[in-house]
């Protein structure tokens, strides 16, 4: 079993829709990061977290230390927000361990 | 300017030819960080470095070096080169241990 588990694999929508991908992971973690890859292969930070939630403009990001999960919401979805979204947990100081991410196709 | 470059962004090679991955930053980060992406695999942690004194193996090291030339600069090298290390990878940098990771464009590596 992989320590981070992604959910849903592949998610298409339409523009506008309101997206949650999900990551649960079975060990202690210290932060979870959540990465967006964009078509072109390059990966952005998005959020860092360790309790409670965060906001960037349209992307909201919670965690449930308890539960062993986060979620990554994008609100009023748009065709740019297509990518594949990546979940991190951090364990101590230093170690990431990658899920395999959730490939997002928002259609106009 | 981008702050954390690779170079080669390409590049086919031979098996057992020696392959150096070069990355660099303009970020002041301490810490340095080497990745590879293989489909449907999430990214695995190759090498890491605090400082150019502090290198540190990774979960996929064998196979695999690098070097610290300075703060700014991080190679990786294949020593010789094997066709399952065709990958994407992935030079990333930090700074200390509690925050957002930087990451480079990636460098896409062929072996035949």
């Known amino acids: 079993k992989n320590e981070v588990e992604q959910s849903p694999q592949n998610l298409t929508a339409q523009e506008g829709e309101f997206i949650t991908i999900n990551c649960s992971y079975s060990?202690?973690?210290?932060?979870l990061h959540w990465l967006q890859q964009h078509p072109g292969g390059g990966i952005v930070s998005l959020f860092m977290?360790?309790?409670g939630k965060k906001k960037h403009g349209r992307l909201i990001a919670t965690i449930n230390i308890q539960e062993k999960h986060s979620s990554l919401h994008i609100t009023a979805s748009h065709p740019r927000d297509s990518a594949v979204y990546i979940c991190a947990v951090q364990v101590g100081n230093e170690k990431l361990t990658f899920g395999t991410g959730t490939r997002l196709t928002i259609i106009p | 300017d981008a702050d954390v470059t690779q170079t080669p962004r390409n590049r086919i090679t031979k098996t057992g030819k020696r392959i150096m991955l070069e990355c660099s930053q303009t970020?002041?980060?301490?810490?340095m960080y080497w990745y590879r992406q293989d489909p449907g695999l999430g990214l695995r942690l190759i090498y890491y470095s605090f400082d150019v004194k502090d290198i540190n193996k990774g979960e996929i090291s064998d196979g695999y070096s690098v070097s610290r030339q300075a703060q700014a600069k991080f190679s990786l090298s294949l020593e010789s080169a094997i066709p399952n290390q065709t990958a994407l990878y992935f030079c990333?940098?930090?700074?200390?241990?509690?925050?957002?990771?930087?990451f480079g464009p990636g460098t896409r590596l062929t072996v035949l």
């Open positions: 977290l360790s309790s």
């Open positions: 060990v202690g973690i210290s932060a």
């Open positions: 970020k002041g980060h301490d810490r």
């Open positions: 990333a940098t930090r700074k200390g241990s509690y925050n957002e990771q930087f």
